[in-house]
């Protein structure tokens, strides 16, 4: 389950960060968003509003910091991102319509503890992506 605004905001409080309108606005922003997106994408939406480029930007590289977001490779775009609690988790992502399915299961800690072992290799943490359609985009054909 994402979090709530009201749930990030007050943890970024907590933290030390301002409780600005501008920063409540990007939360909200990325929070009504169910699919992956770019940060441009939040920028071009608040701009508007007088929320400026760089705002937008910091506001969300401390929220894939405190783990409220994940950044995907999505086709050629690098720079993409979703909502997620901060759980251990990865996703399934469409290519085609940029939608996120996040999924608990990982057997990959233990075969990378496996692979370490046999090189002595120290593991500090791993990061999966699985791309491909989901059931609409398929189905739309």
Same mark, same amino acid.
């Given at each position: 389950?994402? @979090?709530? @605004? +009201?749930?990030? =905001?007050?943890?970024?409080?907590?933290?030390?960060?301002?409780?600005? +309108?501008?920063?409540?606005?990007? &939360?909200?922003? &990325?929070?009504?968003?169910?699919?992956? !997106?770019?940060?441009?994408?939040?920028?071009?939406? =608040?701009? @508007?509003?007088?929320?400026?480029? /760089?705002?937008?930007?910091?506001?969300?590289?401390? =929220?894939?910091?405190?783990?409220? =977001?994940?950044?995907? *490779?999505?086709? #050629?775009?690098? *720079?993409?991102?979703?909502?997620? +609690?901060?759980?251990?988790?990865? *996703?399934?992502?469409?290519?085609?319509?940029?939608?996120? !399915? @996040? !999924? +608990? #299961?990982?057997?990959? #800690?233990?075969?990378?503890?496996? %692979?370490?072992?046999?090189?002595?290799? %120290?593991?500090?943490? *791993?990061?999966?992506?699985?791309?491909?359609?989901? /059931?609409?985009?398929?189905?739309?054909?």
């Amino acid at each position: 389950m994402s @979090p709530a @605004p +009201d749930q990030i =905001l007050a943890h970024l409080h907590r933290l030390g960060h301002n409780r600005s +309108d501008r920063r409540r606005a990007i &939360v909200e922003a &990325v929070c009504a968003r169910s699919g992956s !997106f770019a940060a441009q994408e939040i920028a071009d939406e =608040l701009a @508007p509003r007088g929320i400026g480029r /760089a705002t937008v930007y910091r506001t969300i590289a401390i =929220l894939q910091e405190l783990g409220y =977001l994940s950044r995907l *490779h999505v086709g #050629e775009e690098c *720079h993409r991102f979703a909502l997620c +609690d901060a759980t251990h988790h990865h *996703h399934l992502v469409c290519t085609s319509c940029g939608q996120v !399915f @996040p !999924f +608990d #299961e990982c057997e990959v #800690e233990q075969t990378a503890a496996r %692979a370490a072992a046999r090189v002595g290799f %120290a593991v500090a943490g *791993h990061h999966v992506d699985i791309y491909g359609s989901c /059931a609409g985009c398929q189905a739309r054909g």
